[in-house]
Nanobody
Framework: QVQLVASGGRLVQAGGSLRLSCTASGRTFSNYAMGWFRQAPGKEREFVASISWDGTLKRYADSVKGRFTASRDNAKNTVYLQMNSLKPEDTAVYYC??????????????WGQGTQVTVSS
């Protein structure tokens, strides 16, 4: 079992920046690729970003490319999502998830509880 706790979400003005964190406990964090997802009110959950176990392979949704950056610190069992140039359409609950394939398979085994990001115009 892997427990994931996401944090860092808050209200921010458009154009601002925010860094989300997701800290893992349980099994060895470095065995997992990690992903970030988000769900806006009335919409389905969507993929935002992913990062391989060693940070060498990253993927991003087109809507966040060039603005968001995923990173991780395996010594701290933590993955980050740096969000810059935020837009009102980035408003959502953001979730982190763990994928047991080190370079990611797209199938996530564990999910965190979510953290709310609200971007005001």
């Amino acid at each position: 079992q892997v427990q994931l706790v996401a944090s860092g979400g808050r209200l921010v003005q458009a154009g601002g920046s925010l860094r989300l964190s997701c800290t893992a406990s349980g099994r060895t964090f470095s065995n997992y690729a990690m992903g970030w997802f988000r769900q806006a009110p009335g919409k389905e959950r969507e993929f935002v970003a992913s990062i391989s176990w060693d940070g060498t392979l990253k993927r991003y949704a087109d809507s966040v490319k060039g603005r968001f950056t995923a990173s991780r610190d395996n010594a701290k069992n933590t993955v980050y999502l740096q969000m810059n140039s935020l837009k009102p359409e980035d408003t959502a609950v953001y979730y982190c998830a763990a994928d047991s394939r080190r370079y990611g398979s797209g199938a996530y085994d564990y999910w965190g509880q979510g953290t709310q990001v609200t971007v005001s115009s």
